[in-house]
């Protein structure tokens, strides 16, 4: 990871313990939810709301330092591989998420068969399926989605 510090003066952002924590937090736990990252910042810092959490989340994906996604049922997650457009692979059981490169190049995504006059600037795709764990452990599987995000 890049100095958290200097990533937070790049983006002119004021370089805070809690910043800092949070940063760390996310980069060590790539898509962890907020929950997640607020007691990985605890166990640095001691104290700190839920509230600063995810006013310190929000600020550093409107900055672009952090992703957020939000796989359908699940709470919102966060990484800081960002600028890549990867996209992920979700288990339908126990809610693991992985990072998975698109199957046919850097960005093809990003050039939609029907663009409806938008300017397109991202995609995001989801790949349901079961991992490794879960198949063999026999987990019962959430119903099938139809949705395509």
């Known amino acids: 990871m ?3 510090a200097d990533t937070l003066r790049k983006h ?4 805070t313990a809690q910043r800092v924590a949070i940063l760390s937090a996310v980069h060590h736990h790539p898509h962890a939810t907020a929950d997640e990252v607020a007691e990985q910042v605890r ?3 001691g104290s700190i709301s839920r509230q600063s959490v995810y006013n310190a989340l929000n600020v550093l ?3 672009g330092i952090i ?8 709470p919102a997650r966060y990484e800081d591989r960002v600028g890549d457009n990867h996209h992920h692979l979700v288990c339908r059981s126990c809610g693991r998420t992985e990072d998975v490169c698109c199957a046919t190049g850097h960005t ?3 050039n939609a068969s029907e663009e409806h006059g938008f300017a397109i600037d991202e995609a995001e795709v989801i790949y349901w399926g079961l991992c490794p764990s879960c198949r063999g452990g ?3 599987s959430r119903p099938h ?4 995000s």
Request: charged residues 25%; glycine residues 6%; aromatic residues 0%.
């Open 67 to 74: 992703r957020r996604i939000q796989p359908a049922d699940s």
């Open 61 to 63: 994906t409107e900055h």
């Open 108 to 110: 093809p995504c990003l």
């Open 2 to 4: 890049v100095d958290a």
């Open 12 to 15: 002119g952002l004021p370089v």
């Open 138 to 140: 026999g987990h019962a």
């Open 145 to 148: 989605r139809h949705s395509h």
């Open 43 to 45: 166990s640095k810092l």
